[in-house]
């Protein structure tokens, strides 16, 4: 209980990376195209885009991949709590608890940002949002692994997965039919949980949120299957860090493979959060972390990787001021002068850096004066 939970700079780095695309990152290639024309960058720039309903793009595996992440930082060290006695296991409850709510808070906050504010009325507040079902999926994925053994928490996930296909395929809807998932969703389970079971508005007013009350439960596997890379990474000094590495890789291209054998059947789908989903984005990102894992851990980048690094460390708030800062009015009242300064063609792509440079500036003061802002 009282050993230091291991920390791996490629865990930053990688969370780094996942978050530099939702803070400006995605523009660059609109931005090459404009430079040079090059009908490449086009096909990029798709993947910078969530898919409009079924299929998989990029941009889809960002959210995914933050909540495996989150595991992978619980399965270094895991904590078997169930053998303490109630007094001693109350402050980790108080804890997730505690991070849970914040966590939903913080979240109903980003989706009323962009100069708007939260609703006074409460019915018109959307509760749903990426940092509730982060906070939800670490939630439960920590009971389990508080209290059950791997293997135990192994079948819940398979179970989460099966169960979720059985209900969305095969179990009529409340005056409808069974496996109804043609866009936008109207006619299925997670559409009737959203627009019966939650409260307040959903995203856009569509019939089913993309944070919705079902499709949180499947993301649990994603903090699952997180924990399992962990505790490998956890075992890398007995196994060999370069097998470790190997492992994650061909693990994550299994995944990919199941998850688009599946798709045949159940479409790979992020609104509904699909077990083929699941699959998919646990692949790639297991694949993504035993690449990261390797060129900064193994191979010592660590000071190539420094720029996710930096984002890394402190994603939540860089997140949040990503909603609640004007970082295009920031970083041209200080680089503007540069931007206004090169020709038409160069303007776009000078201003996605000097908005990313603009919020990295933040990123590195906080960094070297160790100001890390968790939940």
């Known amino acids: 209980m009282t050993n230091k939970k291991q920390r791996l700079t490629s ?26 024309g090059w009908q490449g960058w086009k096909l990029f720039e798709a993947h910078t885009v969530h898919s409009p309903w079924h299929g998989f793009t990029f941009y889809d595996l960002i959210f995914p991949l933050f909540i495996f992440l989150s595991g992978v930082a619980m399965g270094l060290s895991p904590k078997r709590i169930d053998h303490l006695p109630l007094s001693e296991r109350k402050p980790y ?3 997730a608890v505690k991070r849970l709510f914040l966590l939903c808070g913080l979240g109903i906050l980003y989706n009323h940002g962009w100069g708007t504010g939260i609703p006074l009325a409460l019915d018109e507040i959307r ?46 809807v409340p005056g409808g039919n069974a496996g109804e998932l043609a866009a936008p ?11 019966n079971l939650l409260p307040g508005i959903t995203y856009q007013n569509r019939p089913v949120d993309p944070e919705g009350i079902l499709s949180s439960i499947p993301a649990i596997v994603n903090a699952i299957a997180g924990v399992f890379a962990g505790q490998l990474i956890a075992k890398a000094d007995r196994l060999g860090q370069w097998k ?23 479409p790979v789908n992020k609104e509904l959060w699909t077990s083929s989903f699941v699959f998919v984005t646990i692949g ?25 690094v930096i984002i890394g460390a402190n994603s939540i708030i860089i997140y949040l001021a990503s909603s609640l800062v004007n970082w295009e009015y920031v970083s041209l009242s200080v ?34 004066r160790k100001i890390f802002v968790s939940v």
Do not use: E
Request: glycine residues 10%.
């Open 11 to 36: 865990l930053d780095a990688l969370r780094g990376m996942d978050m530099f695309w939702i803070l400006g990152g995605q523009s660059i290639f609109a931005a090459m195209f404009v430079l040079t």
């Open 93 to 95: 409850y108080q804890k």
């Open 127 to 172: 509760y749903s949002s990426v940092l509730g079902r982060i906070a939800i999926a670490w939630f439960f994925c920590a009971m389990l692994v508080w209290h059950t053994s791997l293997r135990t928490t192994g079948i819940v996930a398979g179970g989460i997965l099966i169960g979720y296909w059985i209900l969305l395929n095969f179990v009529p």
């Open 185 to 195: 969703g109207t006619g299925s389970w997670n559409a009737w949980f959203d627009q």
């Open 244 to 266: 470790v590495a190997l492992w994650l890789f061909v693990a994550g291209l299994a995944g990919v493979a199941i998850g688009w054998l599946w798709d045949i059947q159940f």
């Open 284 to 308: 790639w990102s297991a694949i993504l972390l035993a690449v990261f894992y390797a060129l900064v851990d193994i191979l010592n980048g660590q000071k190539l990787a420094y720029p996710f």
């Open 335 to 368: 680089f503007g002068g540069f931007v206004n300064a090169v020709g038409a063609d160069w303007q776009p792509l000078i201003a996605v850096i000097a908005l990313l440079l603009a919020q990295l500036l933040v990123l590195h003061w906080m960094y070297k």
